[in-house]
């Protein structure tokens, strides 16, 4: 899975096969079915090695605290392996790590107060948001532009500073929390009152 990974990290995600693989590990390519069964088993078990790179302590508080901690180790090991989120975000999720890594989420939302029906929206609203943020990470911003290629009103586009996809995570990182946290005292009160 490590050998895997780094083909990946190092030549992008069509790289990936069993026979390059094979070919990184010295071996031929169908010995590696003594091992794996599939791509899609590689995929799930390298999807492992980046979730166990994530973070998700419960015992933070609040919880909105640990969501926020949790949000940016996620960002962070998907934008260590940028050529892999398009194969993470087209498939479902087979990864044990990253199942466990959810129930973790889940149970903390549900600690909180979250209402059953509300634990996986608000995670996925999170991983929507990182996996929309790290598939942009390697791609460069197009400056070049002119003031006749655009329709007028476009500057923040156009000028966009350097950092710009940061400063999108973290204004739609804390708008969700932000959220987040409002939506939950709204349904405690309509629960209590």
């Given at each position: 899975m490590r050998a895997a990974l780094?083909?990946?990290?190092?030549?992008?995600?069509?790289?990936?096969?069993?026979?390059?693989?094979?070919?990184?590990?010295?071996?031929?390519?169908?010995?590696?079915?003594?091992?794996?069964?599939?791509?899609?088993e590689i995929i799930a078990g390298v999807s492992d090695l980046i979730v166990a790179e994530m973070d998700l302590d419960p015992t933070v508080q609040p919880w909105t605290a640990a969501l926020d901690a949790w949000a940016r180790s996620y960002r962070a090991a998907l934008a260590r392996h940028p050529n892999m989120v398009p194969l993470l975000a087209s498939r479902p999720t087979r990864s044990v790590a990253a199942l466990q890594s959810y129930a973790c989420a889940f149970a903390m939302l549900r600690k909180a107060g979250w209402p059953e029906e509300h634990v996986l929206p608000v995670v996925q609203s999170i991983e929507y948001l990182l996996i929309g943020s790290a598939l942009h990470l390697n791609h460069p911003h197009d400056a070049a532009w002119t003031n006749g290629d655009l329709p007028p009103g476009l500057e923040p586009l156009r000028d966009a500073p350097p950092d710009f996809r940061e400063q999108a995570f973290e204004t739609g990182l804390a708008a969700l929390i932000h959220s987040f946290r409002e939506t939950l005292h709204d349904l405690r009160a309509r629960h209590d009152g």
């Open positions: 780094t083909l990946v990290d190092e030549e992008g995600a069509a790289a990936l096969s069993t026979t390059r693989i094979a070919a990184r590990l010295g071996v031929k390519g169908p010995s590696l079915y003594n091992y794996v069964a599939s791509r899609d």
